[in-house]
């Protein structure tokens, strides 16, 4: 199982990002999918999820309306869609394979600085 992030960097308040999780070594379209972040100093906190096929997303008090997971089974990969983002949003932020074996794997991570 290979999950790798891409797509973090730094952005004023405001602006936009878009992260990308590269999927390989497993039926991708079986499993949910969350992000999670870790803020410095934080404990890991779940920011979304989003079910097989799409059908259900789930996302943290914090992010609502202002981020969107999706998915794309062809592809193997999973984004998230960053908006207004704030300082408090400054994190890395993981991809994390979820439901039926939750939190198992988990990438590496890319930072998001917002500034």
């Known amino acids: 199982v290979q999950l790798v992030e891409s797509g973090g960097g730094s952005v004023q308040p405001g602006g936009s990002l878009v992260l990308s999780c590269a999927a390989s070594?497993?039926?991708?379209?079986?499993?949910?999918m969350s992000w999670f972040r870790q803020a410095p100093g934080k404990g890991r906190e779940g920011v979304a999820a989003i079910s097989p096929g799409s059908g259900r997303r789930w996302y943290g008090d914090s992010v609502k309306g202002r981020f969107t997971i999706s998915r794309d089974d062809n592809q193997r990969t999973l984004y998230l869609q960053m908006n207004d983002l704030k300082p408090e949003d400054t994190a890395v932020y993981y991809c994390v394979r979820d439901i039926p074996e939750p939190f198992a794997y988990w990438g590496q991570g890319t930072q998001v600085t917002v500034s």
């Open positions: 070594g497993f039926t991708f379209s079986t499993y949910a």
